[in-house]
């Protein structure tokens, strides 16, 4: 497959021309997590994000994104031969930083598809968005020169800079039925959690109730979540707010399409 290198920013040129998305993966599925997990999905995972969190389970889509340029009929077509499933979700990467994300919704809206978008909630567009499944990034998980995958911390201060955009996050808040979804490493996350929801309910309209806030445990395999979910848990039920498993992981660990 192509690298697509310069698919970190919103414009690229192949963006600006309209000649499709970088797409890392499309395959079928189980929601793994989220208030829809358990449903039989189709995932489109496009490449290229404009965050680096050190835990990234998509390595290939942020840190080296890697992928194919594909128009939007043949991923629509891809799509399509799942025939069972009815739920799509479009993830990364950041799906949000490509502008031809948008045109890729509204040829599934017009399917009939109900559409799920796994985003970080730094960038707002207007989409037939079903369910936006905001995971807005916490201070645990910026990629320090300690805990950075590649390098030697080149992107912490970026990514501490851009990892929360109050006013996108409200927009999206506001517009479509909405899940925030934590990653949650250890307890010391929580204040910054509490403090974000606090912010966001001031700063919509809408009500965001605490099963509306979920916390999921950080692991990107069974072992590492056996380290995080019991204690995610106990958080879950202590603050009062929804514990999502990561279910994918639970069924076939790290195995890659799942
Ligand atoms: C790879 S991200 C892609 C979508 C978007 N960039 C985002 O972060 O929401 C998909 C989901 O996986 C979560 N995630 C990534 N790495 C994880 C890890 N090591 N443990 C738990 N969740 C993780 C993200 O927070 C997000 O909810
Ligand atoms: N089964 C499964 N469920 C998921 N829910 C969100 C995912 C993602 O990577 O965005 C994901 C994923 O990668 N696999
Ligand atoms: S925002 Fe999402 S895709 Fe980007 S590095 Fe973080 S978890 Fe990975
Ligand atoms: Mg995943």
């Known amino acids: 497959m192509p690298v697509a290198s310069d698919v970190e920013e919103p414009t690229t040129d192949a963006d600006a021309a309209g000649e499709g998305l970088p797409i890392n993966e499309v395959f079928y599925s189980l929601q793994g997590e989220g208030t829809l997990a358990g449903v ?12 680096r969190c050190w835990f990234c389970d998509s390595y290939h889509t942020s840190w080296e994104p890697t992928g194919a340029w594909r128009d939007v009929d043949s991923i629509v077509e891809e799509v399509q031969s799942h025939e069972q499933a009815n739920h799509i979700v ?4 950041e799906p949000l930083i490509h502008e031809e994300s948008v045109e890729l919704l509204e040829r599934l809206a017009a399917e009939g598809y109900h559409t799920t978008v796994e985003t970080n909630g ?10 936006a499944s905001i995971s807005p990034k916490l201070a645990s998980s910026t990629p320090t020169s300690e805990r950075d995958p590649k390098g030697e911390g080149e992107w912490e201060e970026k990514h501490e800079q851009n990892r929360i955009d109050m006013d996108a996050l409200s927009q999206m808040v506001d517009a479509y ?17 509490t403090d974000l929801v606090d912010r966001v309910r001031e700063a919509t309209a809408t009500t965001v109730a605490d099963d509306d806030v979920l916390l999921m445990p950080e692991g990107m395999t069974r072992e590492q979540l056996d380290g995080t979910r019991s204690e995610v848990a106990e958080l879950a039920m202590e603050y009062g707010y929804r514990y999502t498993p990561r ?12």
Do not use: M
């Open 90 to 93: 479009l993830t990364g990467g």
């Open 247 to 258: 279910l994918h992981v639970d069924l076939w660990n790290d195995a890659p399409g799942t």
């Open 177 to 193: 039925e909405t899940q925030l979804k934590f990653v949650v490493t250890d307890e010391s996350d929580l204040p910054e959690i």
């Open 122 to 131: 730094t960038i707002y567009r207007d989409a037939p968005i079903d369910l």
């Open 40 to 51: 039989p999905s189709v995932f489109v995972r496009t490449s290229g994000c404009n965050l």
